[in-house]
């Protein structure tokens, strides 16, 4: 009779235990699932718990306190980006006014009879005011792209966008004696894009190109969308390009550049839900993009 008393009292508690394993499991998941909505959403609320267990509930208050934690720090973060993006900008937009007074009285010194030395240093002047204003711009550019909230899209015929950017580098490609190869499909290729948005990818990418181009030029529009921006770049090589979309890089043989272009046609493209990328192969720089048609997936 003993025995089985004993068999009985095992088996009452192994399944007292089964039932506070399976409890604490469902607990358990129940943490997680919480655990991971909290990170993924800007939230006050905090975990909670239906069990009793004084170990899950200690488990709930840990991490309850370092959910505390990451909100107050991604509060000082998300606080400290936006008066770093302000402070840039207003810094920026500062600028403008005495560059454009300098700018203003250098042309007016042009007019002037000058000396060949000082005709000279005023060339640099003039050169080195150009390049401060351009920096000036991208900074500003790119701070205010930042600063951007959702893009409205609308219906754009990227060909005719892609031609106009092409058109508005004429002069640029005439100075430096390139004569661009162009393949552009016969029909529109329409997506759902901001038209200045786009606009202002095709220029920072044109650009780019000139900037690097060892003389020559290939645009191509495919019937699928994809964007291709081919040319000769022999002073870059593969680590370089790498990084050609990275904040703030440069070559050293870029002149009067930021590093920004690149970085801003990467935001605004990620913004309109597209993809850009650059490769580099036997002395030839590519940059690619992508951008989906929304009209095939309906």
């Known amino acids: 009779m003993l025995p089985w008393i004993l068999c009985s009292l095992l088996a009452m508690v192994a399944l007292a235990q089964a039932v506070k394993i399976r409890s604490m499991q469902r607990n358990m998941e129940e943490i997680c699932t919480m655990f991971r909505e909290r990170l993924s959403m800007d939230t006050n609320t905090l ?5 009793g267990d004084r170990h899950v509930l200690r488990l709930a208050r840990e991490i309850n306190k370092e ?5 107050q720090q991604r509060r000082k973060y998300l606080h400290g980006d936006l008066e770093l993006k302000e402070a840039v900008t207003n810094i920026s937009h500062d600028l403008r ?3 454009t007074a300098i700018s203003g009285y250098l042309e007016l010194l042009e007019r002037e009879e000058k000396s060949e030395t000082v ?3 005023l060339a640099f002047i003039c050169n080195r005011t150009q390049a401060l204003k351009q920096l ?4 500003f550019g790119y701070t205010l792209v930042l600063s951007v909230g959702q893009l409205q ?6 060909r005719a966008v892609l031609e106009e950017s092409i058109l508005s580098f004429h002069g640029a490609m005439c100075e430096r004696q390139i004569v661009p190869a162009i393949r552009l499909p016969e029909h529109k290729v329409v997506r759902q894009l901001e038209p200045g948005a786009l606009s202002r990818i095709f220029g920072n990418v044109l650009h780019n190109a000139l900037k690097y181009s060892d003389g020559d030029l290939c645009v191509e529009l495919g019937e699928d ?5 081919e040319n000769g770049a022999s002073g870059l090589d593969g680590t370089q390009v790498g990084k050609l979309f990275h904040r703030y890089f440069t070559v050293e043989t870029a002149c009067n550049a930021t590093g920004l272009g690149l970085s801003i046609a ?3 493209t990620e913004q309109m839900g597209g993809s850009i990328g650059a490769e580099y192969e036997k002395g030839r720089l590519r940059i690619w993009m992508d951008f989906p048609d929304s009209t095939s997936k309906q």
Do not use: A, K, M
């Open 97 to 99: 006014t005495p560059i």
């Open 136 to 139: 000036t711009e991208e900074l």
């Open 47 to 51: 975990i909670t718990v239906s069990s």
């Open 153 to 158: 899209l609308v219906s754009v015929d990227v």
């Open 266 to 268: 990467r935001t605004l």
């Open 67 to 71: 959910l505390r934690l990451l909100r």
């Open 225 to 229: 969308g994809h964007i291709l921006f």
């Open 119 to 121: 005709e000279r240093y």
